[in-house]
């Protein structure tokens, strides 16, 4: 069982006081709703599958049909799932901040899905489908019957998952409005991410550089950890609702 996190006084202070609070996400928080993360070991996608093959435009090109089917199960996997009590008490965080941005790199949609609404997707979501061609979002397709991926109704062109590929570039307008948010806060949490990935990872950099706090929610040490003010060694399930608790005592439900 998990021990019932404490934290710093002056951590409860901070939170409760911050008039602009940013959190970046990674898997790890979506992890006890059943979704795989990426890097850990055995349990991680990524020790199981090549990204090469599976999230990068050559290896689109080369076998559209093998990544577009990846992308099918994981989609359906995400859509059985529900959000956790770490997804909740970051909805509830925002209820709570007067200038409040939630940052996740993740593509699966369970923050929109627990009531976040100050909301950046750096890495897009696995629900979209576009237009490999013109990146135009596809509401409706088909499955074919043959071993290539559904075509764009416009166009023609292979239809692509709406997710952000190693080897290309972020959505402008989310990077930039991550970037000046985190350039501007008071605290930022950072939650269940590795901090292996720019340039998600930059952003505690920024906030630190700024002088404001950078508390860190992961049950392992991360190479952001060093840049933390505080490090909260848990699962983001436990951790985040306890601590908006700890700050909000008189919101315990
Ligand atoms: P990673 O898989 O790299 O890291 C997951 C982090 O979550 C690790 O630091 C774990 O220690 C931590 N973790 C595991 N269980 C946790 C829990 N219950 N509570 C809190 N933390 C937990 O995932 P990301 O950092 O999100 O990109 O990876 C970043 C990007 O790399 C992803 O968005 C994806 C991937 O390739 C694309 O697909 C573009």
Not at 144 to 160: E, H
Request: glycine share 6%; hydrophobic share 45%.
């Amino acid at each position: 069982m998990d021990a019932i996190p404490r934290f710093s006084p002056s951590l409860i202070d901070r939170l409760r006081t911050a008039q602009r609070v940013v959190v970046l996400t990674g898997a790890g928080v979506s992890a006890e709703s059943g979704v795989p993360t990426f890097r850990d070991a055995l349990t991680g996608l990524w020790a199981t599958f090549d990204p090469r093959e599976l999230a990068t435009p050559s290896a689109f090109a080369r076998n559209p049909r093998l990544v577009w089917d990846w992308y099918a199960q994981r989609r359906a996997q995400v859509s059985s799932v529900e959000p956790n009590a770490g997804h909740h008490a970051l909805a509830e965080l925002e209820q709570r901040v007067p200038r409040f941005l939630l940052v996740t790199q993740n593509v699966d949609g369970l923050h929109a899905r627990a009531g976040s609404r100050a909301l950046v997707e750096l890495h897009g979501n696995i629900a979209r489908v576009r237009c490999s061609r013109d990146d135009s979002i596809v509401e409706h397709w088909q499955e074919p019957d043959d071993d290539l991926p559904p075509r764009c109704p416009a166009c023609g062109s292979f239809l692509r998952p709406d997710v952000v590929w190693f080897e290309e570039t972020l959505p402008q307008a989310a990077i930039e409005r991550a970037e000046s948010a985190a350039r501007d806060c008071d605290l930022m949490l950072v939650a269940g991410t590795s901090g292996e990935v720019y340039p998600a990872a930059a952003l505690p950099h920024y906030v630190r550089a700024a002088g404001a706090r950078v508390v860190e929610v992961n049950p392992n040490a991360t190479p952001l950890s060093a840049l933390a003010h505080d490090t909260l060694r848990g699962r983001s399930a436990i951790v985040l609702p306890s601590l908006v608790r700890a700050a909000w005592p008189q919101a315990a439900k």
